[in-house]
């Protein structure tokens, strides 16, 4: 969690709250083996920019034991009663105790009296997977913003992580969000967050009683696609020119329900006027979150 707000994206900025604190891991090498398969992931997807399309399997950085290696990041101090909201944010990894294993940068010092936790993937994935080049600039974007108050925190981030084997220019994270309302975009570069849809109902068992991301400021950039917010798009290249046609203005519930962005259809499964054709259109969706959001629509009105 290198880059600023990156923690307060999942447990609110305020418990985020405080300095981080940089040290060097002893014993672990960082790697590009974290994949994962977006194709039916029910709660987080890359989707390609050019047509929003779901991505397959992508890979994400993970740290692994490694006898005489050692990686450097940050110390975050996190509420013991947010462990759960981290936990949910870093599904795949598992937490480890690290305990012991730290250096810190001078002049800071490790409370001797917390312990310190690193996030990591249990199974590693052989087969290379690619990352999306946001997703790895963000690690480095990080490291830099650090190394100006200190020194030599960039270099040692640069010679500890590795270059993944592909880079992928046109990937875009979205995630639900623990209270499974909201529908998120992440602004990869600077760990912003941008609201795409306010779902009616739960679409699944809540992890959170609330968003920790709705505590902070919406980021403007994308605010149109929100249907409270519907606007000009600031950011017309992250978003495919017919997807933003079909979504701006007043939404008509049928071409919605008929639209080749999974987006646009997801967006009609929220409106009151959508037709019982229309419904039964997208409780057949090949996509999963739609088949679920309008499921949760129609088990609600039965």
């Not at 994949?35 to 779901?54: E, G, L, M, S």
């Not at 730290?102 to 996030?119: E, I």
Request: with cysteine.
């Amino acid at each position: 969690m290198l880059a600023e707000g990156s923690l307060a994206a999942s447990i609110g900025a305020r418990e985020a709250a405080g300095d981080a604190l940089p040290a060097r891991l002893h014993g672990y090498a960082r790697s590009w083996d974290a994949a994962r398969d977006f194709c039916d992931n029910p709660r987080k997807r890359y989707v390609h920019v050019a047509d929003w399309r779901p991505a397959g399997r992508v890979a994400f950085a993970n740290l692994r034991p490694a006898a005489g290696s050692t990686v450097n990041g940050v110390c975050r101090r996190v509420p013991r009663a947010h462990l759960d909201e981290l936990d949910f944010r870093e599904q795949g990894y598992r937490r480890v105790e690290v305990t012991g294993m730290l250096t810190p940068y001078p002049p800071h010092v490790l409370d001797a009296g917390l312990p310190c936790l690193a996030y990591v993937d249990p199974a590693p994935d052989p087969l290379p997977a690619p990352v999306s080049r946001a997703y790895f600039d963000m690690g480095r974007l990080g490291a830099e913003a650090i190394d100006r108050r200190v020194p030599g925190f960039a270099a040692d981030y640069l010679a500890s992580t590795p270059e993944p084997h592909l880079l992928a220019d046109d990937l875009a994270f979205v995630f639900l969000s623990g209270d499974a309302r909201h529908l998120w975009l992440l602004n990869e570069p600077d760990s912003s967050l941008v609201m795409l849809l306010r779902f009616d109902r739960p679409q699944f068992a809540p992890a959170s009683v609330e968003a920790p991301e709705a505590r902070r400021p919406v980021t403007a950039g994308l605010e149109w696609l929100d249907l409270r917010r519907r606007g000009p798009p600031a950011r017309p290249g992250r978003i495919p020119a017919a997807l933003a046609a079909e979504l701006l203005g007043q939404p008509d519930p049928g071409r919605l329900a008929l639209s080749p962005f999974w987006l646009c259809r997801l967006t009609a499964t929220q409106l009151e006027t959508l037709s019982e054709v229309s419904c039964a259109t997208l409780a057949a969706d090949p996509d999963p979150w739609i088949r679920r959001a309008i499921h949760v629509r129609l088990e609600t009105h039965s």
